[in-house]
C-alpha cells in the first residue's frame, strides 16, 4: 500500500492538496506574524532607548527624524518580506496544483480499470451466464461511476460499459431464491 492510499484512508475525504494549501497558508501567516512582531519589538526597544537618552530638544528632533527612517526601512522590510512570502506561496501553489492534477489522473485509471474488470466479469456469459448482479454489486458499481465522472471519466465506460452494465438484471436482496441461483450458476476466478 502506497503512501498516499494509507493517507487517503486515513484522512477520507480530506483532499490532500488542501492540507497543502493549508499548511503553506498556515506557515506564511505565522511566519508575517512572527516578523512583524520582531519588528515591533524591535522598534519599540529602539524607541524607549532613544528617549531615555534625549535631553535636548534639538536631539530630540533629530533622533525622531531617525526613528521616522527606521521606521520605514522597517516597514520596507517587512513588505519585501511579505513580496517573498507571496512569491514562495504562488510558486508552491502550482506545484500542489500540478500534484493534484498528477494524483486526479491516477484516481481517474484506476477507477477505469475497476469498472472494466467489473464489466468483464459481469458481462461474460462464461462467468456469469444470467447476466445478472445483486443490488449491492449495482450500488458499489453506480458508486464507483460516479466518482469515475467526478474527476472527468468520458469515453469508453459511458459508450459502451454503463449501458450494457445497465441491461443486467438486477437480483434483490432479500429474494434468497435468485440469489442462491445466480450465485450458483457463476464461475469464480481462480
Known amino acids: ?22 499548511s503553506v497558508a498556515l506557515f ?47 516597514q520596507n522590510s517587512i513588505i519585501e518580506s511579505i513580496n517573498k512570502i507571496s512569491k514562495a506561496q504562488e510558486f508552491l501553489s502550482g506545484q500542489i496544483k500540478d500534484f493534484e492534477e498528477v494524483v486526479k489522473k491516477q484516481n481517474l485509471n484506476k477507477i477505469r480499470d475497476r469498472l472494466i474488470q467489473s464489466y468483464r466479469y459481469y458481462t461474460n456469459e462464461e462467468r456469469n451466464p444470467l447476466k445478472a448482479w445483486t443490488e449491492m454489486e449495482k450500488d458499489a458499481f453506480d458508486r464507483l461511476f460516479e466518482n469515475y465522472e467526478e474527476l472527468g471519466g468520458d469515453g469508453y465506460i459511458h459508450s459502451v460499459v454503463e449501458p450494457e452494465m445497465n441491461n443486467l438484471e438486477v437480483i434483490d436482496m432479500a429474494d434468497t431464491e435468485g440469489m442462491s441461483k445466480l450465485m450458483k450458476n457463476r464461475k469464480m476466478d481462480q
Request: hydrophobic share 45%; aromatic share 16%.
Open 1 to 22: 500500500m502506497s503512501f498516499l492510499d494509507y493517507f487517503l484512508q486515513i484522512f477520507g475525504g480530506i483532499n490532500f492538496g488542501t492540507v497543502i494549501i493549508f
Open 28 to 74: 506564511g501567516f505565522f511566519t508575517l506574524c512572527t516578523k512583524t512582531y520582531m519588528a515591533i519589538v524591535e522598534f519599540h526597544d529602539k524607541i524607549q532607548h532613544k528617549n531615555k537618552s534625549l535631553v535636548e530638544v534639538g536631539e530630540k528632533t533629530k533622533k525622531l527624524e531617525f526613528d521616522l527612517k527606521e521606521i520605514v526601512k522597517t
